[in-house]
């Protein structure tokens, strides 16, 4: 039980700025069996975002509100999602080959695609917030831990399914590069899946949707790099957001 706490903490650690105690400890093969407690992460960081956005639909109107939970969120995971996001699509959208495209990525520089990517990401996500918090706050709470918990399970199980493709000398994700265990997968999308008990409902219409986008992801990754790498991760966990708050947004209407 220990040692789950502390694989828990090493997950927080990476995930986002907050500090975890000094007993924890580091080893590299922690992080490697963290990844079953990832949607854990997604859990808090979610219901950070939930709590701030329940909060400020109090005072103001509900695109205030639900811009006011994605900042929120971007503050304590330091948009590490959005970066990889970027670096991906700058990356992949254009017609570079496979050693030029891991370069663009490591670039700390942001294109057009990246950039276009991002705002684009942004917005959608502060509009679908926006409509479940203008009609159902406690849905729309339960929509975005739901939706953080159960891209970050999407994440890891692309990791399961492609090998590691980038530098690892450089990598972001570098200690994650080695060895995934099928078992600490399984973990992490069962508590993706168990993220959505507060609308329970809403899991078998994400599920397929989600399962889909790992799969084009896969293949298309697998196509483009062989692979995956730290940033495709990041965007894999963005489109996950995405595409869970789509599916409550269209169920609730």
Not at 34 to 50: I, K, T, W
Not at 169 to 175: N, R, S, T, V, Y
Not at 199 to 213: E, G, N, Q, R, T
Request: aromatic residues 8%.
């Amino acid at each position: 039980m220990l040692h789950e706490l502390r694989l828990f903490f090493v997950a927080l650690q990476f995930l986002t700025r907050l500090p975890v105690p000094r007993w924890v400890g580091y080893e590299p093969q922690w992080l490697n069996r963290s990844v079953r407690h990832f949607p854990l992460v997604g859990v808090l960081v979610g219901g950070f975002g939930a709590a701030v956005a329940c909060a400020a639909v109090r005072v103001w109107p509900p695109l205030v509100a639900a811009t006011l939970a994605i900042a929120a969120t971007l503050w304590l995971t330091v948009a590490f999602h959005e970066d990889g996001l970027a670096d991906s699509f700058d990356a992949l959208l254009g017609a570079a080959p496979r050693d030029r495209a891991l370069a663009i990525m490591k670039d700390s520089r942001i294109g057009s695609y990246g950039a276009a990517a991002l705002v684009l990401s942004l917005l959608l996500r502060v509009a679908l917030l926006a409509e479940l918090l203008a009609h159902a706050p406690a849905l729309a709470a339960a929509a975005l831990i739901a939706a953080h918990a159960a891209a970050r399970a999407a994440s890891v199980g692309l990791m399961v399914l492609l090998p590691y493709a980038g530098d690892e000398a450089h990598a972001k994700a570098k200690p994650l590069a080695r060895e995934v265990r099928g078992s600490d997968a399984v973990v992490a999308i069962a508590l993706g899946a168990a993220s959505f008990a507060p609308a329970w409902s809403f899991a078998p219409a994400a599920a397929i949707p989600l399962l889909l986008l790992v799969m084009v992801l896969r293949a298309w990754l697998r196509r483009r790099l062989g692979g995956y790498t730290g940033d495709t991760l990041g965007a894999t966990e963005q489109l996950g957001e995405l595409t869970v708050l789509l599916v409550f947004v269209a169920l609730s209407r």
